[in-house]
């Protein structure tokens, strides 16, 4: 049983950059696939990048080329480098290992605020 806790989020201004940090309570090294989500307010939660074990990545097409999500398996730790924000990045971020389909693996952390000003 994993817990996970969610940091690194605030207010930064369009253009602007964050990195989240998403702390696990024990080992992730097995977990083949871990990845960052978001809520904005009002809409659905969505999944916006993805990092398997070996490192390979993927990436929402509304991120691509802005976000890059890394992990430490030796710290227990994933990363999600947020560059040229935008308002509409505007969340809560949430990060949690990926099953198949719409399954997470663990509970939902309480996900770290993002709020990005135009």
């Known amino acids: 049983q994993v817990q996970l806790v969610e940091s690194g989020g605030g207010l930064v201004q369009a253009g602007g950059s964050l990195r989240l940090s998403c702390a696990a309570s024990r080992s992730i090294f097995s977990v083949n696939t871990m990845g960052w989500y978001r809520q904005a307010p009002g809409k659905q939660r969505e999944l916006v990048a993805t990092?398997?074990?070996?490192?390979?990545?993927n990436y929402a097409d509304s991120v691509k080329g802005r976000f890059t999500i890394s992990r430490d398996n030796a710290k227990n730790t994933v990363y999600l480098q947020m560059n040229s924000l935008k308002p509409e990045d505007t969340a809560v971020y949430y990060c949690n290992g990926k099953g198949a389909r719409d399954w997470v693996l663990y509970s939902w952390g309480q996900g770290t605020q993002v709020t990005v000003s135009s």
């Open positions: 990092i398997t074990s070996v490192g390979s990545t």
